[in-house]
Structure formats: structure tokens, C-alpha cells
């Protein structure tokens, strides 16, 4: 008796749906939330003389039925909720009924399954944080449309397109940005497989530059907002290493003592430790894998400073050619695997002098200045090491970065190790070097990149400059503020603000990033020792850097760069950048640097991108119309006769050293005139003693090598003078393109 009404609403249920017309009325409901009569009418392109009556019953069935309800305040019609519930059941009664095969789908898991509309509804609420009923919505309209299509198989980046297409459609912009899947192009992939590039690439670079673009695409679309994303994409800056940006650091200054004293302990249960080294080249192989380990959680360059120092109480008593035949090992092991710069030490600087020295087992035994003789003597055997190995072409790494004091220019002995280096430098110019006479450049650790860093944010030179590092480049393109100004100056520094601001915040990012994932990407770097982490992440630096100076001082000012009127005009910017410096710091970072330094991937891209936004012909560029870039190195050539670097040069580096917090590196040209070391010696002298002294600076000579005789010439040739190959030749040039 009871179960008589509820059959009998049933039965009215079903034959509300059995009319074509009442379910296409259902279904406009379900798409558009809510519509009026004449909506419905116009919707079902209805004659409203003609249909009225007709529309008026289907209508009247399915509000009887429960299905349907009126607003009448608001003259709208609403599905119900049982509605919802028989339109549903509809629909997989028609599927079933006329897709028995339905249609497959080649998930992202590598598996093919039957299509099913409910998952790109709970894959729009999972991801993109979609409402559930406008999920349901746009799950059943992707649905339709690919059954329109009458497709039997799908990928589930197809699916994707569809819907994004569907939400940009509605209006949903937001939640077709955290839709968005990232990816490579197959044209790409082939491309970077089949690369006839002049590198050859084993199939680690291929993985690692598509993982690189995945991850790269991942943080401008998830990580960045919207605006540092497009001005990266835009052009106004450049993002260092996109793909890694929230993945590692940039650089890392090690402080090998706490290796030596703690050995090489990993979390990898299938890695045996390594105790503290007993011997030399027990600490050379802990060295070395410290490199290996690290390497493979930084971008670019790692620096050992304090290098032969840290390195001399292994060496005591030891046979000098035991030592070298050990570095020359070491150094053409390095060579093989990593970006490395070793600082090396002429005289001990006195605050060094008085720290415990740690020694074989990690015993501390006297205190580093008690090593005095063997830090010289393995600076020396490292520079004879890089002689011997240069004698046919240069060694580019590990790159050697001497440091000259007060107290070297005033020994003899040290001064015939800087000699030495000297010689080196006049044949092959790989070493660099560094301006310790300035007192508070005592304890500056120095990479081969340029960057710096000083004993400058609590005082003490190693908590500020061991055991920390970069975090990372951003840069800003000078000259597109010079195009977007209208060459007003005021509005010029407004842009540069605007971008230095926009800079900060991506490095800003970068940091909050590392430090909360850090230990899952980072586990060498931010491992601890009895509580100790290695890595001091909060302490590194954050680089802001410039490109392409002189372009846009010259574009704006009209006059060349050494003229008054642009040397004014960087006098501005320098003060602009160090009042963003001042107050900007203070919110993104502590040690927000602002430099010029070396980028051939920002120099090169950030002029291609203004080229093709404003011509060629408005764009002011260094290079060639084939390869055209912005400077971001500072460049010196050197005169013969007498043997001197212009003044104006050196007047204009002088005048950037407002730029220089970050870090600066200039580049001495020695083009192809050879030099004596006595010569070169005797210059470096007046660089770094004169009223304009330089800081970092190394000499840079361009190498052509054949491979076939095994010869080499200064300068850059095209056929060989030995044995007149031409296919066999290379250039080294450390410093093209920026």
C-alpha cells in the first residue's frame, strides 16, 4: 500500500524524461545554471505565438515531476537536485546505449582505459580547485564534444586542450592557468634528439635539458605570479636557469675543514663513509667527491677558498713530486666533472694564521700559520701543474684565482710563484686575479664567474664567506627601459625601480622555495654534523644584474660611452640603484647585490627579444646582425707600447664601482702581441696599485687549437699555419658573447 505513491512518482519521472524536448530542457538548465521563460523559449529557438502552449505543458511536466523549480522573485527556473540526479542517469543510459566500445584514453600513466567524464571533473577539483557543480559542467561539455568528434582515441593532453578551451570559453581564466600542462612539443623532443650541433650530447643532456624545460615552464606558470612570469617571458628580465630556479643554488664556497675533520658521512645506506683523510691524497679524494656530490646539487660554480692553505698540514714531510704528481691527478680529474675556481693563498692572512689547523684524522694540530712553507710550496706545484698541462692548450678548469696581498708584493718568494702564474697567464690567460691591498678585501672569496663574496653581513669572514654561496642571477634589460621612457628620465628610473623590485621578488621566491624543499633537493648541501648544517642558505648572495650598460647609456645620452655626458648619466643610475639598493633590500634580502656580470644566456636572448619587438634598426646592440647581444662584462684592451691599459678605460671602471657589490670581473685583452711574464707582472702591479685600482680581473687570451698537429696560436684562425687543416681547428675564448 505504501510503496504505491513512490512507484507512481517514478513512472512520472520517467516519462518527463522520455520527451526529447523536457530533457533538452534539462540539459539547458544543467549548462547555464538558472534561465527565464523566454530564455528557455529563445534557447530551444521557439516560436513564442506559435509554441507558447506546447513549451507551457513540457514545462508544467517536469515542475510536477520535482525536476525542475521557479524563482518566482527572481522569474528564473532551477534544476533540482533529483533533477540533476535524472539527467545524470540519462546520460549513462545513452552512453551505454550508443557507445558500447566508448572511447580509449592514453593516460599520463602509461596505461590506455575507457573514457569517463567523471575524472576530468575530479581532475578540475583536485587541480585547479574548481567548484564541483562548474566541474560537473565542463566535464559533461568536453564529453560532448568529443563524442561530436566521434573520436575512438585520445591522449590525455588532448582532453586537456578541450577543457582549458571550454574554460577560457566561460570566462575562467584562473583556472585554466593552473590547468595548464607543461611539457616539450614532440617537434622538440625529436629536435634535441637528432641535434646536429657542433657539441656532441650523450643522452644525461638530452634528460636534463627536457627536464629543465618541463621545470622551467612549471615555475612560470605555478611558482612566479603573473607579472614576474611575464616580464621574464617579455623580455624586461632575465631569469638565471629557469629550469633549476627552485631546485638548487647557484654557487657555493666550501670550506673543506669541515670535510677533514668530519670526513664524508651520506645517507645513502648504500654508500660506505668516508673517514677524515689520513694523507694527502686521502684529503685530495675527499675533496674531489665533495665536488662530485655537490655538483650535482648547484648550477654553476663551486669554490674552494683557502684552497693550499686548508690543504698544507697534509703535506708536511712529503716529497715535492709525490704532491705534484697528486694535484696533477686531482686537477685533471676536476677538468672531467665540475665547474670548480680554487683560491689560492701567497701569504696567509693573520686571521686565518691564528685558527686551529685541522690535520691528518682530524686532529687539530698547531695553527695554520705554522704551514706557511707548505701552502706556498702547493700554490707553487698547483701553478707548475697548470703550466705543464697548458703547454699545447689551455686548462680551462679548474679555474685559479691567486690572491695578491700587502704581503705578497713584499716577499720574494711569493713573488716568484706570482712569476709564474705570470707566465702562465701571458700564453694562455687562465688565472685570475684578485686585489687583496684594500683592507676590507682581507677575507673576499672569489669565483671565476666575478661573484664576491665579503666578510659584510655579521662581521665574520667565515660565517659571511664559507660555507655559503649565491643564490642566484636575475637581470634586467637595461635598454628595453631606454625603448619604453620615451626618453624621460624620470620615467627611466621609475622602470628601473619597477624592474629592480620585480628582480628582488623572483629572488625572494627563489629563497622561500630552498628553504622550505630544500632538504629533499638539497640533502648534501643542507646535511648536519652533530647539529651543524653545512650549507648557511640564509647567508648567501642575491644578484641583480645588469645588462647590456653601455647600450642603453649610449642609446639615451646619444654620445659614447666616455663621454661627459654618459659618464653623468651613469652617475644617476648608480645613485638610483643604490637608493632601490637601500630600501628595497631591507624587504627582499639582506644581501641583495646589485653587478655586471658575465651572462651570454640573458646578453644574448634579452637583445634578440628587443630586436624582434622594436627592429633592428632601433635597437642599439654589441656583436653582429647574426649574433647580436648586450654587454655584460667589462672589457679592457691593453696597449703595447707602452704596456698600459687606456686611462679613459680604467676611469670608466672606476666609475661603475658603485655596480660592484655583487661581485665584477674584468676582462684584460691581450689580443695576439706576446708578452714576457716580467712584462705582465709589472701591469698587474699598476692595476691594482694605481688611484684606480682594479679588484678581480684576469687576462684573457683567444686560442686556436688543432686537434690534427697539436699546435696552438694566438688569436682566432682559420686554417691551420703548422699543417694547414681546417676542420680540425677550435677557439678558446672563456668570454664570447657577453
Not at 13 to 21: C, D, F, G, I, T
Not at 345 to 351: R, V
Not at 500 to 505: I, K
Not at 635 to 658: C, F, I
Request: charged residues 25%; aromatic residues 8%; contains cysteine.
Amino acid at each position: 500500500m505504501v510503496t504505491q505513491p513512490h512507484r507512481a512518482r517514478g513512472v512520472k519521472v520517467l516519462k518527463a524524461v522520455s520527451s526529447p524536448l523536457r530533457l533538452q530542457i534539462l540539459n539547458l538548465l544543467f549548462d547555464k545554471s538558472a534561465l527565464s521563460y523566454t530564455e528557455l523559449m529563445n534557447s530551444l529557438k521557439m516560436n513564442p505565438s506559435r509554441d507558447a502552449g506546447r513549451f507551457a505543458y513540457h514545462l508544467k511536466f517536469l515542475l510536477k515531476a520535482g525536476l525542475v523549480e521557479a524563482d518566482v522573485e527572481a522569474k528564473k527556473y532551477y534544476l533540482t537536485d533529483l533533477g540533476k540526479m535524472v539527467l545524470d542517469v540519462a546520460d549513462r543510459v545513452e552512453k551505454k546505449a550508443f557507445k558500447p566500445k566508448g572511447m580509449l584514453v592514453r593516460t599520463s600513466h602509461f596505461t590506455l582505459e575507457e573514457f569517463d567524464a567523471n575524472k576530468i571533473a575530479n581532475s578540475l577539483i583536485k587541480e585547479a580547485k574548481v567548484p564541483p557543480e562548474l566541474a560537473q559542467k565542463a566535464a559533461k561539455e568536453a564529453e560532448k564534444r568529443l563524442l561530436k568528434s566521434k573520436t575512438k582515441y585520445l591522449t590525455a593532453s588532448l582532453i586537456r586542450e578541450v577543457v582549458n578551451g571550454i574554460l577560457v570559453e566561460k570566462g575562467f581564466e584562473d583556472y585554466r592557468h593552473k590547468l595548464t600542462r607543461v611539457g616539450m612539443p614532440i617537434h622538440e623532443v625529436t629536435a634535441s634528439i637528432e641535434s646536429k650541433d657542433h657539441r656532441p650530447q650523450d643522452s644525461s643532456s638530452i634528460l636534463t635539458k627536457a627536464g629543465q624545460t618541463v621545470l622551467g615552464e612549471y615555475t612560470l606558470l605555478n611558482i612566479f605570479p603573473r607579472d614576474i612570469a611575464d616580464a621574464h617571458l617579455s623580455g624586461m628580465i632575465h631569469i638565471g636557469d629557469l629550469g633549476t630556479w627552485i631546485l638548487k643554488p647557484n654557487e657555493v664556497v666550501h670550506d673543506l675543514r669541515f670535510f677533514f675533520k668530519n670526513g664524508l658521512k651520506l645517507d645513502d645506506l648504500n654508500k660506505i663513509p668516508i673517514e677524515s683523510p689520513s694523507d694527502l691524497e686521502s684529503a685530495l679524494t675527499i675533496a674531489f667527491n665533495v665536488l662530485l656530490y655537490a655538483g650535482r646539487e648547484i648550477n654553476h660554480q663551486q669554490i674552494y677558498n683557502y684552497f693550499n692553505v686548508f690543504l698544507a698540514p697534509f703535506v708536511k714531510g712529503v716529497d715535492p713530486e709525490k704532491i705534484k704528481k697528486n694535484l696533477q691527478l686531482f686537477l685533471l680529474d676536476v677538468n672531467q666533472h665540475s665547474k670548480v675556481t680554487l683560491g689560492l693563498e701567497l701569504s696567509i692572512p693573520k686571521s686565518l694564521a691564528d685558527k686551529p689547523a685541522i690535520t691528518p684524522k682530524g686532529q687539530i694540530d698547531g695553527k695554520y700559520g705554522d704551514y706557511v712553507f707548505e701552502s706556498r710550496l702547493l700554490a707553487e706545484l698547483i701553478i707548475d701543474v697548470y703550466a705543464e698541462v697548458s703547454l699545447v692548450k689551455p686548462l680551462l678548469s679548474p679555474c685559479v684565482v691567486l690572491k695578491i696581498s700587502k704581503e705578497v708584493l713584499s716577499d720574494e718568494k711569493a713573488q716568484a710563484v706570482l712569476l709564474k702564474a705570470h707566465d702562465i697567464a701571458a700564453e694562455k690567460g687562465t688565472l685570475y686575479l684578485a686585489n687583496m691591498l684594500a683592507k676590507e678585501s682581507g677575507y673576499t672569496a672569489f669565483s671565476s664567474s666575478g661573484v664576491k663574496l665579503a666578510p659584510d653581513l655579521t662581521g665574520d669572514w667565515e660565517t659571511d664567506t664559507l660555507r655559503t654561496g649565491c643564490l642566484g642571477y636575475v637581470t634586467i634589460n637595461l635598454p628595453r627601459i631606454v625603448q619604453e621612457c620615451e626618453m624621460d628620465k624620470n620615467k627611466f628610473f621609475d622602470l628601473l625601480k619597477e624592474r629592480y623590485e620585480l628582480a628582488a621578488r623572483a629572488l625572494g621566491i627563489k629563497y622561500s622555495v630552498l628553504k622550505q624543499y630544500g632538504k629533499n633537493s638539497l640533502p648534501f648541501l643542507l646535511k648536519s654534523s652533530n647539529g651543524d648544517t653545512y650549507f648557511r642558505l640564509e647567508n648567501c648572495s642575491r644578484i641583480i644584474n645588469l645588462a647590456g650598460l653601455q647600450e642603453a647609456v649610449e642609446s639615451f645620452t646619444g654620445k659614447g660611452i666616455h663621454e661627459a655626458e654618459s659618464r653623468k648619466f651613469i652617475d644617476e643610475i648608480i645613485t638610483n640603484i643604490s637608493s632601490f639598493k637601500h630600501k628595497i633590500g631591507r624587504k627582499h634580502g639582506k644581501r641583495l647585490y646589485q653587478a655586471i656580470l658575465g651572462s651570454s644566456e640573458a646578453s644574448e636572448r634579452l637583445a634578440q627579444l628587443d630586436i624582434e619587438k622594436y627592429g633592428i634598426v632601433k635597437i642599439g646592440f654589441s656583436g653582429t646582425r647574426d649574433k647580436p647581444y648586450y654587454s655584460t662584462s667589462k672589457r679592457l684592451k691593453v696597449k703595447t707600447e707602452p704596456l698600459s691599459v687606456k686611462s679613459e678605460a680604467l676611469d670608466l671602471m672606476q666609475r661603475l664601482k658603485g655596480l660592484n657589490a655583487g661581485g665584477s670581473l674584468e676582462i684584460v685583452e691581450l689580443d695576439t702581441v706576446e708578452f714576457k711574464p716580467e712584462e705582465l707582472m709589472a701591469l698587474t702591479r699598476r692595476l691594482i696599485e694605481s688611484s684606480q685600482p682594479l679588484e678581480f680581473f684576469t687576462y684573457n687570451r683567444i686560442i686556436t687549437y688543432c686537434d690534427n698537429c697539436k699546435k696552438s696560436w694566438f688569436g682566432s684562425l682559420h686554417k691551420c699555419p703548422s699543417c694547414g687543416a681546417m676542420s680540425t681547428l677550435g677557439t678558446f675564448d672563456r668570454f664570447s658573447f657577453t
